[in-house]
């Protein structure tokens, strides 16, 4: 008999762990470090009262450190204008997100439809799907696009220069569906053209992945990659931080087919990993491929402008094995969000927004290589806000003195790598704090 709130009996985790080929529980977790593990019992207090449970998560929430955050790699410390929230706590959007009746779902309809238009005036490209899980799934579904497009074709090729997180999703996605999953070599920070142009000349090529900005934070130039794909009658898939856009050449403009990626930098807060919205946009040949749903703006009867539902290549809409995704879904309420956001700010804010972390970064990384204690691993390769140092000291030890006077100072890449960010947060101040700490670092490696 199972548990009233567990719902698998000893015979049903028995047969998943056969399927499985594994012999416990505990090796579904091998991958987690040991060190993460709760080690004992879980702690189920009595029951308690409404104040008393508002007590216990407010004592827990003060044990938060709240610190100035240098870290990005694909997430970034944004500012969040108050009409944003102030706008998604209205009645009118906190409905049901999967809007099937659009006779009582306008709102929703119409500022997806809103959504939809300005990820695509954003990126270049012709249109939007109605947003997707997160940045990592969204590639992973451009990259499956390519393969139904090709039909025959089975073979993507992604840069090394892709964030890591995001091929590993990618790779878990090629898995199961029978796709070849082949990484582009990188050189000095980039991905290397030979490598590149060796691999489409095999010909069995569906698609390519490549980054801008890539993971280390450097703008690649991709002149006449798209040429090359195209040649060869494959898609060129680019993946690009979506505030970065604002400034920076478009996927349309780099002859992209399909832009995907995370939208979380358009002044969604970091909320300890989530929920971020993932967008996917492509050219109007590629409309039918695109997973998830569209929605579109026609009239009714008397006239009127209205929104439906369009496109739904979803398996709650049509047969399963018709669907381009059977696990996709719109982030409906960070769709709004972004939306918003968009709305506020418009072209050129998106462009002031840019120019002031640009400033702020480049300001950074001089201050740090005249210190002497690093130097950027890139110089030579052009970055917009977030850039990749090599140190003459130990990266932990960094982190510790640093969080210790309340700053995050970037991603740990390897014990002499790392990576910082600068958004609008850092005030000069914060700039100089970093700096004179690393300045500060004795010199051990």
Known sequence: MSHRYLPHTPDDISEMLVACSMH?????????PHSLLLGREYYLPSEKSEKEVRDFFKKLGEKNRPMTCFAGAGWYDRYTPAVIPALLSRSEFLTAYTPYQPEISQGTLQYIFEYQSMMALLTGLDVSNASMYDGATAVAEAMMMTVAASRKRNRVLVSATVLPQVREVMATYARYHGIILDTLAEEEGVTSRADFEEKMASGDVAGVVVASPNRYGVLENYSGWADTVHAAKALFVMTCEAAAIGAVKSPGEWGADIAAGDAQSLGMPLNFGGPYLGYICCTR????????????????????RVFVLTLQAREQHIRREKATSNICSNQGLMALFVSVYMSLLGPQGLKELNSISCAGAHYLAERIVNGGKARLSYPDKPFLHEFE???????????????????????????NRLLVAVTEMQSRDDLDCLADIIDSMPSTL
């Open 24 to 32: 416990g529980l505990d090796e579904l977790y091998s991958d987690v």
């Open 285 to 304: 040949q590629l409309i039918r491929k695109l997973p998830g749903r569209i929605v579109g703006a026609t009239v009714d009867e008397a006239g009127r």
């Open 389 to 415: 140092l090599t140190t003459s000291f130990d990266v932990d030890a960094l982190m510790q003195r640093a969080m210790k006077q309340g700053i995050l100072p970037g991603v740990r890449l390897a014990d």
